[in-house]
């Protein structure tokens, strides 16, 4: 099945004092960097969406094969990333949504959300300790709807309206729900 990883990496930041996506983990990675790592390695294309001015991030992303989208309306918030992200990957069996600041996320865990979108799943997401994470996947009869997402409120809204049609896949996994919006967030455990 054709899935694409959405990567949505055109947050402001504001919290963390800094551009966050390119300050670089105890191994010498920027955050975004190896969130892309983990994406691209379970799904062949990513659409990696940032910033008007983003231009290191965005280099950074292409470098690892994202494609790279810049959006004009990133400061709506992350539901104006998730449209523009839907419409520059156009057509594909699902997709999934991605967080450019979320590098502690597993590799295993993408697969197991990809794994449920295969199995039939309209909606699938990871779920830690009873909490949903990321990456979030959506069967690709949901194009429309993404693409139509604005705001600050990214897919919550969409998801809670659908949430009898949500696979909940159980993950040990902390990273599924841990991102980094200030710098106490990357305090230790830091597994990769």
Do not use: W
């Amino acid at each position: 099945m054709r899935f694409v990883g959405l990567l949505l990496a055109a947050g402001s930041a504001t919290r963390f004092g800094s551009d966050k996506l390119q300050h670089a983990l105890p191994h010498g990675v920027a955050i975004a960097v190896q969130a892309a790592r983990h994406l691209k390695s379970e799904v062949s294309r990513v659409v990696a969406v940032v910033r008007p001015g983003s231009g290191q991030t965005a280099r950074a992303l292409a470098a690892e094969g994202c494609e790279v989208v810049v959006c004009d309306r990133a400061a709506e918030g992350m539901g104006a990333s998730l449209a523009c992200a839907a419409r520059a990957a156009g057509a594909a069996d699902g997709y999934l949504v991605a967080l450019g600041d979320m590098p502690f996320l597993r590799p295993s865990t993408i697969g197991a959300v990809c794994d449920a979108l295969a199995a039939g799943a309209a909606l699938a997401a990871p779920y830690f300790r009873a909490r949903r994470g990321h990456p979030v996947g959506f069967a690709g009869n949901f194009r429309a709807e993404l693409e139509a997402l604005s705001g600050d409120e990214g897919a919550r809204l969409f998801l809670d309206a659908h949430a009898a049609r949500l696979v909940k896949v159980p993950v040990g996994d902390p990273g599924a729900i841990r991102d980094i919006d200030k710098p106490s967030d990357l305090a230790p455990p830091l597994a990769v």
